[in-house]
């Protein structure tokens, strides 16, 4: 069974300093990756996901994620975080043909101070 | 337009107590699922569906039964609600790999 890591469990920031959130899976096959967002209170909404091709993948709000096949990582950055970007980060992954089922991580949480 | 819609959006049970929570979709999705999210735990998939008539069980699926008598509703029932079940429920809708999700469902019991 695949199975997806999020090593930063919390991470405090400043406003305009730069985002790394690591996620790391652990199926060797074909995969989709994606990074969920959860503003407090709130459903999941989709940031970014990677099917194919470009591995560098922009998403809304400034966040991008590089998928690097040969480390199974899909970590996600953004350049200068704002207040408004305090949320939990899911990352997810699944199979194509698995009927889209999603294996999250244990998620990220961001608070981002001013 | 709605997307996904889920009722109710919060709930007290007692020990024992049964229920149902509504899901509803109408982007005419093929995939539904149930996930529930526990703090620092991430979304575990309780039971999906691709299609109306078919469902199966996912990650965590027991204390818990889906039907999918049509392609926009998926309800999911609480038999005998147990303390462990307390939890916030999402569901969600798929097509072309990705998920679409509700509001969610903070449930406790007590």
């Known amino acids: 069974a695949q199975s997806v890591s999020q090593h930063n469990h919390h991470v405090i920031l400043s406003e305009a300093a730069s985002l790394e959130l690591g996620c790391n899976y652990s199926?060797?096959?074909?995969?989709?990756l994606f990074w969920y967002v959860q503003y407090p209170g709130q459903h999941l909404q989709l940031l970014l996901k990677?099917?194919?091709?470009?591995?560098l993948v922009k998403g809304i709000k400034g966040f991008e994620a590089e998928f690097i096949k040969s480390k199974f990582s899909f970590n996600l950055r953004k350049p200068s975080v704002q207040w408004s970007d305090t949320a939990e980060y899911f990352c997810a992954v699944n199979q194509p043909g698995t009927a889209s089922k999603l294996t999250f991580g244990t998620g990220t949480r961001l608070q981002v101070t001013l | 337009n709605a997307g996904v819609t889920q009722t109710p959006k919060f709930r007290i049970l007692k020990i024992g107590q049964s229920m149902t929570l509504q899901c509803t979709q109408d982007m005419n999705h093929n995939y539904m699922y149930w996930y529930r999210q526990d703090p620092g735990m991430g979304l575990k998939l309780i039971y999906y569906?691709?299609?109306?008539?078919?469902?199966d069980k996912g990650e965590v699926p027991n204390g818990y039964n889906v039907s999918r008598s049509t392609t926009e509703d998926f309800p999911l029932r609480l038999e005998l609600a147990a303390p462990s079940q307390t939890s916030v429920y999402f569901c969600?809708?798929?097509?072309?790999?990705?998920?679409?999700f509700g509001q969610g469902t903070r449930l406790t019991v007590v």
């Open positions: 969600a809708s798929g097509r072309d790999g990705e998920a679409f």
């Open positions: 199926y060797g096959g074909t995969v989709n």
């Open positions: 569906s691709v299609g109306a008539g078919i469902t």
């Open positions: 990677y099917f194919s091709g470009d591995p």
